[in-house]
């Protein structure tokens, strides 16, 4: 029996346009709550800007998926999302812990979107929005997830995109343990 599964877990058009909406924009500060790491936020962030704000998630969907014994399974699968608000709107956080910030106050020059086409020997096929970065006159800021099922977003600062899992660990992430060819297109799309 041929299964075949397709899942975009990407942004949709609209949310294109919000992300590349910043372009040109000051970005004066990035929110979110942290466990771990001041490099990981649980779940969503916000992105300050001069004229607006743009809440960022990365939550989970239940999908179907297919299990080792070629059987169709729900999974849950992990997806950015994001909504442009008023500065006025109050940032809320899904769980309610003390918010960081960073202050930043430069200029947003471009928008590049990491997205990932996953097609894996069992039949399944997936887009994978991996991660997002804002370049400004000086910084790289990335913000990426790692597994499908994360709903981490991980947040790197530098003077280039990084902190993104490499072609080759997501192949390796999704090969069931040798039992699947895996194939991976990697996008970098500027919006």
């Not at 599964?5 to 929110?31: H, P, Q, R």
């Not at 999908?63 to 999302?81: Q, T």
């Not at 006025?88 to 086409?117: C, G, M, W």
């Not at 999704?174 to 970098?188: I, K, L, P, T």
Request: with cysteine; charged share 25%.
């Amino acid at each position: 029996m041929n299964i075949n599964v397709n899942v975009n877990a990407g942004f949709t058009e609209d949310m294109l346009k919000t992300l590349s909406s910043m372009k040109g924009k000051t970005l004066k500060a990035i929110s979110g709550v942290s466990f771990h790491s001041l490099s990981e936020f649980y779940s969503d962030m916000r992105l300050t800007l001069g004229q607006f704000a743009i809440d960022v998630s990365c939550k989970s969907h239940v999908e179907p998926l297919i299990s080792y014994d070629n059987k169709i399974i729900n999974e849950e699968v992990s997806y950015f999302s994001c909504m442009k608000k008023k500065l006025t709107d109050v940032y809320a956080p899904s769980v309610h812990q003390k918010t960081v910030s960073f202050l930043i106050n430069e200029p947003i020059s471009e928008v590049v979107l990491v997205r990932d086409d996953v097609s894996v020997s069992n039949g399944e096929h997936y887009i994978i929005d991996r991660a997002f970065t804002i370049k400004t006159t000086d910084k790289a800021y990335t913000f990426s997830r790692r597994e499908i099922i994360d709903e981490s977003i991980y947040f790197t600062s530098s003077n280039k995109i990084e902190g993104i899992q490499s072609v080759k660990e997501v192949k390796n992430s999704w090969d069931g343990e040798g039992r699947y060819s895996v194939d991976v297109n990697r996008q970098f799309i500027f919006l």
